[in-house]
């Protein structure tokens, strides 16, 4: 539990780095924290989606499977299928198979 909360302490201060243009600190900081940046996926994605946001796009992109693992439980199923299919960037057909919508 306490390496979880540590996560978020440090993905929320990174976000705060970013948003104050400090994008060197950044770098230093996550070279010498990775581990902890990537313990909680939750905190992992969240973190490079909002520095990406910032302008800080010295980190990895966010693949819209790890986009959708991380929230799928937040999401309504109704919209998963539909999300999943406009996510990967697929071509909308007349008929869309269950086959079609995973990844």
Request: net charge positive; charged share 25%; proline share 4%.
């Amino acid at each position: 539990m306490y390496l979880v909360n540590a996560s978020r302490v440090l993905g929320n201060y990174l976000v705060y780095l970013a948003s104050i243009g400090r994008y060197d600190d950044i770098e230093k900081i996550r070279n010498k924290h990775a581990y902890l940046l990537n313990y909680d996926k939750d905190v992992s994605v969240l973190a490079r989606l909002m520095l990406r946001l910032l302008g800080f796009t010295n980190v990895t992109e966010v693949k819209p499977k790890e986009l959708i693992d991380v929230y799928e439980a937040h999401i309504y199923p109704y919209f998963l299928p539909a999300l999943k299919l406009v996510l990967r960037n697929a071509k909308p057909s007349n008929t869309v198979t269950y086959a079609d919508m995973r990844f």
